[in-house]
Structure formats: structure tokens, C-alpha cells
């Protein structure tokens, strides 16, 4: 298995046009391989002491945090996938900027991949 993670600032106003412009996106990832998405609107985000989620992506009080996830079955599944969908020549229009603006900042965005290295599942 292979995680790509997000952790990004959502206008509080924008909730709905968040989850709009991921169901519109989130499908291409499927079709590129990914086994599961899932979009998580903060709900108990605590203030830290030192860090937290809010201060990571510098969100303001008008914005609340949002953590993603894509799980995929593998590295190579996921970076063949992501060439396929980030292709300048073929960028599928549900993801094209232009026509699917994100709701939020993409520079305040954290993204990173991730192997996982403990996996504990329920039978």
C-alpha cells in the first residue's frame, strides 16, 4: 500500500464547494488506480502549544482544516497514476484549474507520500 496525505485551509464558507469540486475530482483517482479516497472536515482540531493542523496551514478563523487521504495499492500503481492525470497534453477537465477551481489555498497546502511501515486491521 502507498498514502498520499493532504492537510489544507478550507473557508468555512466554502464546505459545500469543497466537497463539490472533490466529487468531481476525487473519481480520477480511482480511475487511476487509487482503491479509496477519503476527505475529513475538521470537527476536534485543538490549538497546540507548539504546532498543530491550524497553525501548519496557517488557517484563520474563518477557515477550518481539512485531511485527506489516498490510499493506492502501491508506489509504482500511484506515481503511474499521477503521470497519467497530471499529463500537460491530456490534463482530464475535472481536475483542470480552470474549470474546477479548488475552493482553497493551494500554497497552504501540505501534501507528502507515505509507505507505511505498521498496518493493524479489524477481522
Partial sequence: MYIDGFVIAVPKANRQKF?????????????????????????????????????????TDEEDVVFSWIEWPDKATRDAGMARMMAPDNMDPRIDPAKNPMPFDGKRMIFGGFAPVVQLEQE
Fill in 19 to 59: 466537497i463539490d469540486h472533490a466529487g468531481h475530482a476525487d473519481p480520477i483517482f480511482i480511475e487511476m488506480g487509487a482503491t479509496r479516497v477519503i476527505e475529513c472536515w475538521g470537527d476536534e482540531v485543538p490549538d497546540g502549544t507548539h504546532t498543530d493542523f491550524r497553525k501548519a496551514v496557517q488557517a
